[in-house]
């Protein structure tokens, strides 16, 4: 199984920062691309950003310039480092990763699993 536990989440007034921390723990066997998605109320889990094993990265429009996306493959962990935070930026926070774990003798997709998420509430 896979276990993926975000942190970091608060409240932040309009342009504050915050640092969102995702660990992902278990029979993982490879990490391909690591990501952040978020889910606003009414809305659906929309791709934040996302880095590659090679450390491509990648951005939703709405976050460029603002957000930056790291990993450390060691600790198999991802971080979101949130500048300049916006109202519209209110959301529920989650990581998933893209990998392989194992079960016996039998590997898995690591993608359907989904941590608690962390809440980010911008609110002057």
């Known amino acids: 199984q896979v276990q993926l536990v975000e942190s970091g989440g608060g409240l932040v007034q309009p342009g504050g920062s915050l640092r969102l921390s995702c660990a992902a723990s278990?029979?993982?066997?490879?990490?391909?691309?690591m990501g952040w998605y978020r889910q606003a109320p009414g809305k659906q889990r929309e791709l934040v950003a996302d880095?590659?094993?090679?450390?491509?990265?990648s951005y939703a429009d709405s976050v460029k310039g603002r957000f930056t996306i790291s990993r450390d493959d060691a600790e198999k962990s991802v971080y979101l480092r949130m500048n300049n935070l916006k109202h519209e930026d209110t959301a529920v926070y989650y990581c998933?990763?893209?990998?392989?774990?194992?079960?016996?003798?039998?590997?898995?997709?690591?993608?359907?699993?989904w941590g608690q998420g962390t809440q980010v509430t911008v609110s002057s």
């Open positions: 998933n990763v893209d990998g392989l774990f194992r079960s016996g003798t039998i590997y898995y997709p690591t993608r359907n699993f």
């Open positions: 278990g029979s993982i066997v490879s990490i391909n691309t």
């Open positions: 880095i590659k094993s090679g450390g491509t990265t």
